[in-house]
């Protein structure tokens, strides 16, 4: 099978690759255009800042290739959330793949709750839905690092509370994103990694 891992300029890539070598599958870093189209699966990591990894991916051409790709996609992390329609995160428009909008926790949390910003730690998913989360319990913890969400709505297959209820996970066609690191979520993680590459 052949996996690609997007490479732009948003970290996380290494730790992706590792988690991956650990279920015995290897996957191949790239921002070669044809070589993405070509994939059987592509993950699109990200860790870092929405408006500079967005202008990136312009300058590309990537933002054009990665909407319009056909097989299963995963976004994680910053991935799902450039996947959305909007970043808060300096208000940059986003790819559109899900038709949410990113927003920043300190809005929500100004209404008294002491709750830190950025969450970071394990945290439980519930109302898991798709073959993403096959063996995947209700109320299964995996682990965050983030300081922005995408709301409730209609692409939402998990949902994650932490100062308000909010999509854990998104699902539209071919494409799914996870706000969550399957990368560090230990044995869920590492399963719903196999599910990604089994789907």
Not at 102 to 109: Q, R, S
């Amino acid at each position: 099978m052949n996996l690609v891992i997007i490479k732009y300029n948003a970290g996380n890539i290494q730790s992706v690759l590792y988690a991956l070598e650990r279920i015995g599958v290897e996957a191949k870093v790239t921002d070669d255009i044809p070589e993405i189209e070509r994939a059987d699966k592509v993950i699109f990591p990200g860790v870092g800042e929405a408006s500079s990894a967005m202008r990136y991916l312009k300058e590309r051409g990537m933002d054009k290739v990665i909407k319009n790709l056909q097989q299963p996609v995963l976004g994680i992390c910053l991935g799902m959330q450039l996947m959305c329609r909007f970043s808060e995160e300096n208000k940059v428009e986003c790819l559109g793949i899900f038709d949410e909008d990113v927003k920043y926790f300190g809005k929500a949390a100004s209404t008294g709750n002491k709750l830190k910003i950025p969450q970071i730690g394990w945290n439980n998913i519930y109302d898991v839905k798709t073959p993403l989360f096959s063996n995947i319990p209700d109320n299964s913890y995996v682990y965050f690092v983030h300081s922005y969400y995408a709301a409730l709505g209609e692409h939402t297959i998990a949902a994650t509370n932490y100062i308000l209820p909010y999509s854990s996970a998104l699902h539209r066609d071919n494409f799914y994103g996870v706000q969550f690191h399957p990368e560090k979520s230990a044995d869920k993680g590492e399963q719903i990694l196999k599910n990604f590459i089994t789907l």
